[in-house]
């Protein structure tokens, strides 16, 4: 938002004679100075969705950056950001200012739980129960165990779910669903639903209820409604309308010239003849467009030099994604209806609820190839080849699979985490990753909280990781 700066050139007859006091200049009319629910709304949703996707992007290899790599390219990972609560204080006040608005107490859950759920899956434990609380009186808040958090976060989904009403009228301040409650509402249990399958490592070893709680809302779908399709996507839209409002990186020098598709992932999918890869890349340079051969990424495990040194014939990250002459590009997708009908193929597979696994495996791949306007027929042939039908092989594995090639430039660290959690696909390594070879697991906790709340800090890390305060340890959460 720009800053509106105004000038007062006042006369010395004006300051003689004027009748008004002088703070009636201190208030620009033109710049809100009250926080309303509609503008904590906007400001949240802002905050919560357009994210710039090129870090995780680097760090789930989709995408490899060869010149001055930060960390999420080299695996060199420090610390963490507690910004989060930054959010949460928002989200607090917009349920502090809308407490006879039952939709804005419903997504404000929504919200917390998104807030909360990106920074346990970051670090591991984190405060949760008295987080917000201790500002008031000046406690330092205890940290609250990762188990715990997320039968929080799950009651407060469920919350969210019940309190939202299509009879309690439209949401204002809304830019991502138009103020459409009924979309929210599906969201809201979507988001749940990857929030379960997050679980996966824990279920059946938790006092969290994972395969009931996925069944409950599987089973119910008059209570617990789900997206239908690409419409009810949780994304942002970009405009031409606002300069502000353009993708997140358009025009950025150092991602048009310098940032390649990573080579195991274009490898991936050619072998499957994935027409995705022609609205994810460019061609070699000087080569037709449009012919899988003529497309090749850049080995991330390589040195920065060496990486460079073979950059000049690979596939750099397509035009479109950062063309500042049209910078509207794709909507910025939170959680996708191709991420649900994932979520609930795996469930299926893993045994958690019964139905048609391959109907919502195929729904999946229909959704994210219908995002890149790729016809009908091109998408049949492709379910039908021996790295995509599920008749043969792991089919897990080719579920998370095509999960994985669907988050490309979109779900923030989703793909990242979901790798975390299930090793597909296996990620490269090498000297230019460092790390001693390793992908990390965790970000370490932030610096200020070794100096405000030391001994709460110190109590959770030694709860939970041995070895120390390092990226490499594992959370409760993957264990």
């Given at each position: ?221 008059t209570k617990y409604p789900l997206m239908s399709g690409i419409d009810d996507n949780a994304q942002l839209e970009f405009n031409n309308s606002d300069p ?90 939170f959680l996708s209806y191709a991420e649900q009908e994932f979520l609930i193929a795996e469930a299926i597979q893993r045994g958690w609820i019964t139905g048609d696994r391959n109907t919502h ?119």
């Amino acid at each position: 938002m720009k800053k509106i700066v105004i000038i007062l050139t006042i006369s010395l007859t004006a300051l003689i004679s004027g009748c008004k006091k002088f703070d009636y200049y201190q208030d620009n009319p033109n710049k809100p100075t009250k926080a309303t629910p509609a503008l904590l709304m906007t400001y949240i949703c802002q905050n919560i969705f357009n994210n710039n996707p090129i870090n995780a992007a680097y760090a789930s290899r989709h995408l490899t950056y060869y010149e001055r790599p930060s960390e999420s390219v080299n695996y060199n990972w420090n610390r963490g950001s507690y910004a989060g609560y930054d959010g949460l204080r928002q989200v607090q006040q917009l349920q502090e200012l809308s407490v006879d608005n039952q939709n804005l107490q419903g997504i404000a859950h929504l919200f917390r739980a998104i807030y909360f759920s990106q920074m346990t899956e970051t670090f591991g434990d984190i405060p949760y129960a008295g987080a917000l609380q201790a500002e008031d009186d000046g406690r330092t808040p205890l940290y609250d165990k990762q188990e715990d958090i997320y039968i929080g976060l799950l009651q407060e989904l469920e919350d969210a779910n019940n309190l939202l009403d299509e009879a309690n009228g439209p949401v204002d301040g809304d830019i991502v669903f138009g103020g459409n409650v009924s979309k929210w509402k599906k969201f809201i249990n979507a988001f749940r639903l990857r929030l379960l399958i997050h679980l996966s490592r824990r279920a059946g070893d938790s006092a969290i209820d994972v395969q009931e709680q996925f069944q409950r809302i599987i089973q119910d779908p008059t209570k617990y409604p789900l997206m239908s399709g690409i419409d009810d996507n949780a994304q942002l839209e970009f405009n031409n309308s606002d300069p502000s409002n353009y993708y997140p990186t358009a025009g950025h020098l150092s991602v048009s010239t310098l940032v390649s598709l990573e080579k195991s992932f274009v490898e991936m999918l050619q072998l499957r003849k994935d027409p995705r890869l022609f609205a994810f890349a460019d061609p070699i340079a000087g080569m037709t467009a449009g012919v899988f051969s003529n497309y090749k990424g850049v080995d991330a495990g390589l040195s920065p030099a060496d990486q460079q040194a073979t950059a000049a014939q690979s596939s750099l990250i397509a035009r479109r994604y950062v063309d500042l002459l049209n910078p509207v590009n794709e909507p910025m997708i939170f959680l996708s209806y191709a991420e649900q009908e994932f979520l609930i193929a795996e469930a299926i597979q893993r045994g958690w609820i019964t139905g048609d696994r391959n109907t919502h495996y195929q729904n999946g791949v229909r959704a994210s190839m219908a995002f890149y306007q790729i016809n009908d027929e091109a998408v049949d042939s492709y379910l039908q080849g021996d790295e995509v039908d599920l008749s043969g092989g792991d089919a897990l594995t080719k579920i998370l699979t095509q999960k994985y090639i669907a988050f490309y430039m979109n779900s923030g660290w989703e793909p990242f985490l979901e790798q975390r959690r299930t090793g597909v696909p296996s990620l490269r390594v090498g000297p230019g990753t460092l790390n001693g070879g390793q992908v990390p697991k965790r970000w370490q906790y932030p610096l200020a909280e070794s100096q405000y709340n030391e001994d709460n800090l110190d109590a959770a890390i030694k709860r939970q990781y041995p070895e120390g305060d390092n990226v490499n340890a594992t959370m409760w959460l993957i264990k």
